[in-house]
Every structure is written in C-alpha cells, then in structure tokens.
C-alpha cells in the first residue's frame, strides 16, 4: 500500500505561479511512477504530468508542458508540481497518484490522493 498526502493547493491570480507537493508513503518507490490528474468542475479527471521514480522521466499534458514541472525529491519521497502562467482553466482538484511503472505505462494508476484544490481567479 502507498499513502498519498498533497499539500500546497490555493487561490491565485491569473499569471501567477503555484506549486503542489505529494508525500508517499508505506513503501520503496523504485519501481513506481507517480503523477498529477486534476478534476475541473463538470468534467473529467485528466492527466496532467507524470515522472518515473527511477531514472525521472517525465511526461506532460500539452496543455501544461510548456508552463508546468513536475520534480522529485529522492530524500523525501515527494513528489513536487510547479505551476506556472496559471490560467482560469487551471482551476481544479488536483489529484497525485502512483503505481507500479509497468501498470502505470498502461495507463493505471493503483493509489490515489484526496486530492488538493487550485483556483485561478481571472
């Protein structure tokens, strides 16, 4: 089992930067990817960065690539989404989630946070 805690959610401007953190917990991440989704009111979860735990690769929504950066940090089992040029379309529940690499590559993410709320205000 894997415990996700996110943190850092907010109320911003449009323009402004924001950054989200996501702690895990309960076992070795070596072989894990982990990621951001987020839920906009009325619409579906979608995915919006991913990183691989070993090695660090990472993926991107191309509605976020060029503004957004997923990172981790190896020491803290955290996991960290800087949000910059935010938009009012930026505006949702932001979920981290993880899993094993090999189910994760085939879309499925096994453990879910509560979820963390970012409001972009125009």
């Known amino acids: 089992q894997v415990q996700l805690v996110e943190s850092g959610g907010g109320l911003v401007q449009a323009g402004d930067s924001l950054g989200l953190s996501c702690t895990a917990s309960g076992r070795t991440l070596a072989t894990y990817a982990l990621g951001w989704f987020r839920q906009a009111e009325g619409k579906e979860r979608e995915f919006v960065a991913g990183i691989r735990w070993s090695g660090g690769r990472t993926s991107y929504a191309d509605s976020v690539k060029d503004r957004f950066n997923i990172s981790k940090d190896n020491n803290k089992n955290t996991i960290h989404l800087q949000m910059n040029s935010l938009k009012p379309e930026d505006t949702a529940v932001y979920f981290c989630?993880?899993?094993?690499?090999?189910?994760?590559?085939?879309?499925?993410?096994?453990?879910w946070g509560q979820g963390t709320q970012v409001t972009v205000s125009s």
């Open positions: 989630a993880a899993g094993p690499y090999n189910r994760v590559y085939r879309g499925t993410y096994d453990y």
